[in-house]
């Protein structure tokens, strides 16, 4: 089996070739960020077992399924989203939120985890890599549920544990957005997407939901993945 370091180095280079944007950020500090992400993910795999952060503690697929999909819209919203303030809603273990702000370090991030061990993870992983010589300053975290998270504060809020979204969840989450701020949702295949919208739509008759649903796979993943952007 490949190193975490090659799985890593070969799945960023596979972004970097699809998209000139994901090779315009990822490229001149390449080394800081796998080094990073190499430090991230055994932060997770030491804790993963006691706090269950996510499905699985094999390094291939942390790699795959959860550092390179959080990655994948990396091209989609340096282009289509403004990222001076991030929030990741229901961060978990930090997916996407710390993956994307090891990649954008002129963005500030929030992470918004209201489970008490969880939050106590990321803010230990924070310190750990500081600790270890990297930096990653431009994350905060807080510690409570998103409706009581200060409102009108972010350019972009992205999330991956809300499936499907209903109406009473997508107030929650757009009061956290600033005037023209954006949802970003991590999707998988583009029927069960469109068949949420379709729904989510007939739910709210009276209200207009703008979405676009973009492609973005994952190398070393043989499934569809998407980022749906709402606003």
């Not at 972009?156 to 989450?173: C, E, G, N, Q, S």
């Amino acid at each position: 089996m490949n190193s975490i370091n090659d799985l890593l180095a070969e799945g960023l280079l596979s972004l970097c070739h699809s998209d000139s944007a994901i090779e315009n950020i990822i490229a001149p500090r390449r080394e800081e960020i796998i080094a990073l992400l190499d430090a991230y993910l055994a932060e997770i795999m030491t804790h993963n077992p006691v706090l269950s952060l996510v499905g699985t503690n094999q390094p291939e697929e942390l790699v795959i399924r959860h550092v390179l999909d959080s990655l994948a819209p990396l091209g989609i919203i340096s282009r289509k989203c403004n990222l001076s303030n991030v929030a990741d809603v229901g961060s978990g273990a930090g997916l996407p939120g710390i993956p994307l702000a090891i990649t954008l370090p002129d963005s500030e991030f929030t992470l918004i985890e209201r489970k008490g061990r969880r939050s106590g993870f990321l803010r230990n992983t924070l310190t750990a890599l500081v600790n270890k010589n990297h930096r990653l300053s431009n994350v905060s975290v807080e510690e409570q549920e998103m409706e009581k998270v200060k409102p009108h504060r972010f350019t972009m809020v992205t999330f991956r544990a809300f499936k499907p979204l209903d109406p009473k969840i997508l107030k929650k989450l757009f009061r956290l957005c600033a005037n023209g701020g954006v949802l970003a949702a991590y999707k998988g295949r583009q029927n069960k997407v469109e068949a949420e919208m379709a729904e989510l739509e007939r739910q709210m008759p009276n209200q207009t939901i703008r979405w676009e649903l973009i492609p973005c796979p994952v190398p070393m993943l043989d499934e569809e993945r998407h980022l749906l952007l709402l606003s």
